[in-house]
Nanobody, 121 residues
Framework: QVQLVESGGGLVQPGGSLRLSCAASGTIFRVTTMGWYRQSPGKQRELVAQIGSGETTNYADSVKGRFTISRDNAKNTLYLQMNSLKPDDTAVYYC???????????????WGQGTQVTVSS
């Protein structure tokens, strides 16, 4: 069973930067979209950024111009560079990769366990 392992979260001051990484423990075939989501206490999980197989990207309005999503297909690794962080960015960040466990198997969503990002002075 492939697992996604996130890293890079932590405590940062407003205006600071963090880089999140999401690595798959094994091979995920036929990957389509890869994305980052976040969830704050009392709120629903929301899409932060998404990247498609054709490298097309999509960002939440609240992070446009500050966050950059990228992927390394060879390593099945996803990144999120977060700059100019604000207290409102505080949340648990989750990565999601859509793909297949086998070449002939249906695609499914793989989720990471989440990494805490806290923006505070």
């Amino acid at each position: 069973q492939v697992q996604l392992v996130e890293s890079g979260g932590g405590l940062v001051q407003p205006g600071g930067s963090l880089r999140l990484s999401c690595a798959a423990s094994g091979t995920i075939f036929r990957v389509t979209t890869m994305g980052w989501y976040r969830q704050s206490p009392g709120k629903q999980r929301e899409l932060v950024a998404q990247i498609g197989s054709g490298e097309t990207t999509n960002y939440a309005d609240s992070v446009k111009g500050r966050f950059t999503i990228s992927r390394d297909n060879a390593k099945n690794t996803l990144y999120l560079q977060m700059n100019s962080l604000k207290p409102d960015d505080t949340a648990v960040y989750y990565c999601k990769i859509t793909g297949s466990p086998l070449l002939v198997a249906p695609r499914r969503d793989y989720w990471g366990q989440g990494t805490q990002v806290t923006v505070s002075s």
